[in-house]
């Protein structure tokens, strides 16, 4: 026979074993129910949908409203629980037709700069074989909502209804989908359906034209000599002794001949040109968002002749790296980029995790704003070697523009814009 204390020993053993039966249990229960559940809410949802807020509200006073009525015989409540049911009844007559439309969206143009003006158009087509009710016609652009009240329409019949579209920030700004909207006149039920998918506005930020070669780029065929030591290329750097392994085609026979002894030319490395550049996109860099938005343009600018120039690079931000291939796309791509959080535990963590999959550059430019001391700056250097060119552009809004040196690293302080095409020369020069 257990003693009293043995079967408290006992309980946590007995508790644990009756959860574990509970949880299989209910697993087995779900999952014979999950299927029927998901059917009925596929049933449902449609159904339920298109109750606003104010219709769920409605629905809620009528139950209560009722409920009261039932309880205590209150007469008042038989009223207002009957009326409100009603009205939403009523509502429900509103949700019922088909529609056919054939919606077009169309914007021009689909890439413009900050404050230049943007139109749209929507082209809407009956498209069935009855005639139409008038019905409002919503359209999603940005943040807002387009509305326009369609009329009657008659089979094939075309309305066309044109809009502006707001370009005074940076941005990609979707326009669409277009939804035909059918309700009721005080907002009990709502049903919407898609008519067309979202177009995409680009608003490139302002840059400003460089002139060619003035990011002091070297350009040639061949490429830079570095100061790396190879045994393969075609920058003549030295002699020195034949080592088994070594490639015979490299041996310098007039030199062997006069000393006795086989020797092998050696080289100096050379690489093509090719263009890193880091802007840092954390907001805590910037001392405003006019200062973000004059880095972001700095960048583009920049980025934008360098193509131009037919130079390999490539553009990394908190983010990512950006698509470059042609000016266009490294716009589009600029239209994106928007101020983050402190993703990475430093300015040059962030620089090696996002740079240490690219190619070696022989070019550097790092981008950052106000708030950005020269220790980050710096700390980014450090992190390519001694044959690298590394250019920083210290984004002060307002500021004096200024070119200076810091142990190596070139320091350009930008103010406005303007000032850009000025200082960059002064860097080539």
């Not at 790296?321 to 430093?346: H, N, Y």
């Amino acid at each position: 026979m257990t003693t009293l204390a043995e079967r408290l020993d006992r309980l946590p053993a007995t508790l644990a074993a009756a959860g574990g039966r509970i949880r299989r249990a209910l697993r087995v229960v779900w999952a014979v129910t999950s299927p029927v559940v998901r059917a009925i809410w596929r049933v449902v949802t449609p159904v339920v949908a298109v109750i606003t807020p104010t219709g769920w509200l409605v629905l809620l006073v009528a139950a209560i409203s009722l409920g009261l009525s039932f309880a205590f015989g209150w007469q008042e409540f038989t009223y207002l629980g009957t009326l409100m049911l009603a009205a939403f009844l009523v509502c429900c007559l509103f949700l019922y037709g088909r529609a056919s439309y054939g919606v077009i969206i169309e914007l021009n143009p689909r890439r413009v700069v900050v404050g230049d003006r943007a139109m749209g158009r929507i082209l809407v087509t009956n498209t069935g074989p009855k005639n139409l009710q008038p019905t409002r016609m919503e359209l999603p652009v940005g943040v807002g909502i387009a509305e326009f009240q369609l009329p009657a329409m008659t089979p094939k019949q075309e309305v066309e209804e044109l809009f502006a579209v707001p370009t005074n920030k940076r941005a990609v700004i979707v326009a669409g989908p277009a939804e035909s909207v059918r309700g009721d006149q005080i907002g009990l039920l709502r049903r919407a359906l898609k008519w067309a998918d979202a177009v995409d506005l680009f608003v490139h930020p302002k840059t400003i034209r460089l002139a060619p070669s003035a990011a002091g780029l070297v350009r040639d065929l061949e490429g830079q000599v570095s100061k790396k030591i190879t045994n393969n290329d075609i920058a003549f750097h030295a002699l020195r002794p034949y080592v088994p392994g070594d490639d015979r085609r490299y041996v310098h026979w007039r030199t062997s001949a006069r000393i006795g002894q086989l020797m092998v030319r050696q080289f100096e490395e050379t690489r093509r040109s090719q263009v890193t550049m880091i802007h840092s996109t954390r907001r805590d860099l910037y001392a405003s968002d006019e200062e973000f938005e004059l880095a972001i343009s700095v960048t583009a600018s920049i980025a934008a002749q360098i193509i131009r120039d037919g130079t390999q690079m490539n553009v990394v931000s908190e983010s990512g790296i950006w698509k470059t291939q042609t000016v266009v796309s490294m716009l589009d791509a600029s239209c994106r980029i928007e101020p983050v959080g402190a993703l990475f535990p430093s300015i040059r963590e962030f620089a090696r995790e996002r740079t240490k999959r690219l190619a070696n550059p022989s070019v550097v430019i790092i981008v950052g704003g106000s708030q950005m001391t020269t220790a980050d700056f710096r700390s980014v250097q450090s992190l390519f070697g001694s044959d690298t060119s590394q250019v920083a552009f210290h984004v002060n809004h307002g500021a004096h523009p200024k070119l200076g040196a810091v142990a190596g690293l070139t320091v350009i302080t930008v103010g406005d814009l303007h000032d850009l095409p000025s200082l960059v020369r002064g860097l080539s020069s």
